[in-house]
C-alpha cells in the first residue's frame, strides 16, 4: 500500500469521526441527553469547568482524539443556536443524530488503519466472544450509560446529562451500524465511491 493510499484511507477515518462528532453533538442538542459513548465525558463536563471535547479528550488521550474533540466542540459551537421547539422536535434531532453517528462509526471502522477506544473495545470483544458487532454495541452502549448515572448521582447527588435519549441512542446505535455495514455501506458500494479501500 503505497503512501497516497494510506493518506486516503486516513482521510475516510477522519471524515468518519467527523460525522461521529456531528452525530454526538446533535443528540446532545436534543436536550434528550447524551449519548452512550460521551455520556460519561458529558456528565463530567456538567460537572467542571472543561468543555465536552476537552473532557472527550482527557478520557481518551489517543493520537486521534484531540481531532475528534476538536470536532465536538467546534459541531458544539456550530450548534449553539439550536434548540429544539418541542418533543417532536427533540426526537427528530436524537434519531438524526443516532443515523449521523452510525454513519461516522462505519466509515471510522472500513479503512482499517485506526479506531476510536470504544470501537477498538467493542470490535475486539464481539470478536472474541463470537458475538456480532452491533449487538454487542448495545451491550456496551447501556454499560456506559449506566455507568454515567452512577456518575452523576455520585458528583451532584441527581441525574444530569443522561435521559431518556442516551438510553434509546444505546438500544439503537448499534443496531444502524450494522444495518449500514450490511446493507447500505458495504465493501462493494464503498469500493465504488473510494476505491482505495479495497
Given amino acids: 500500500m503505497g503512501m497516497k493510499d494510506v493518506f486516503k484511507r486516513y482521510l475516510v477515518f477522519v471524515i468518519g469521526l467527523y460525522f461521529l462528532a456531528a452525530g454526538i453533538v446533535l443528540i446532545v442538542r436534543s436536550a434528550l441527553g447524551t449519548t452512550p459513548i460521551s455520556s460519561i465525558n458529558y456528565v463530567l463536563s456538567l460537572n467542571s469547568p472543561l468543555s465536552l471535547g476537552t473532557c472527550t479528550f482527557l478520557i481518551l488521550q489517543l493520537p486521534f482524539s484531540f481531532i475528534f474533540s476538536a470536532f465536538i466542540d467546534f459541531n458544539m459551537a456550530l450548534t449553539s443556536n439550536l434548540h429544539p421547539d418541542n418533543y417532536g422536535m427533540s426526537i427528530a434531532l436524537l434519531l438524526t443524530g443516532c443515523m449521523i453517528q452510525s454513519i461516522g462509526v462505519v466509515l471510522e471502522l472500513k479503512p482499517k488503519v485506526a479506531m476510536m477506544s470504544a470501537e477498538a473495545f ?60 450490511q446493507k447500505i455501506m458495504t465493501r462493494k458500494t464503498l469500493y465504488k465511491l473510494l476505491p482505495v479501500l479495497k
Fill in 122 to 181: 467493542v470490535k475486539y470483544a464481539s470478536r472474541r466472544y463470537n458475538k456480532e458487532f452491533g449487538k454487542f454495541k448495545v451491550c456496551f452502549d447501556v454499560t456506559l450509560v449506566t455507568l454515567a448515572v452512577i456518575l452523576s448521582l455520585l458528583l451532584s447527588q441527581c441525574i444530569e446529562g443522561v435521559r431518556e435519549g442516551s438510553l434509546i441512542a444505546a438500544c439503537i446505535t448499534g443496531y444502524i451500524v450494522s444495518f449500514l455495514n
